[in-house]
Nanobody, 122 residues
Framework: QLQVVESGGGLAQPGGSLRLSCAAS????????IGWFRQAPGKEREGVSA????????KYADSVKGRFTISRDSAKNTVYLQMNSLKPEDTAVYYC???????????????WGQGTQVTVSS
């Protein structure tokens, strides 16, 4: 069964940084488009960033553009979300998801992790 597992969440101060990791079990992440999503209490889940299957294309929500960076490490079968200049409004549960190549375009992914909590507070 295909599984993705997130890690790296925690508490950060405003202006600080965290790096989230998305690791795969049972498949190669390079074969899939990967997306990062987040859901804050009382809000709908939103797409934060995505990387194409080839890794050649990335996209970001306007709210995180210039602050977050998505990347792949094929050797480690891991996708990262580097989050800099964190703001309190970035507080949410962050999810990693894998999908077919078209998921990069549609934001519709097939395999989801359990999420990791990110809290930005002083």
């Amino acid at each position: 069964q295909l599984q993705v597992v997130e890690s790296g969440g925690g508490l950060a101060q405003p202006g600080g940084s965290l790096r989230l990791s998305c690791a795969a079990s049972g498949f190669t992440l390079d074969d899939y488009a990967i997306g990062w999503f987040r859901q804050a209490p009382g809000k709908e889940r939103e797409g934060v960033s995505a990387i194409s299957r080839s890794g050649g294309s990335t996209k970001y929500a306007d709210s995180v553009k210039g602050r977050f960076t998505i990347s792949r490490d094929s050797a480690k079968n891991t996708v990262y979300l580097q989050m800099n200049s964190l703001k309190p409004e970035d507080t949410a549960v962050y999810y990693c998801a894998a999908g077919r190549w078209s998921s990069y375009i549609t934001w519709e992914f097939d395999y989801w992790g359990q999420g990791t909590q990110v809290t930005v507070s002083s």
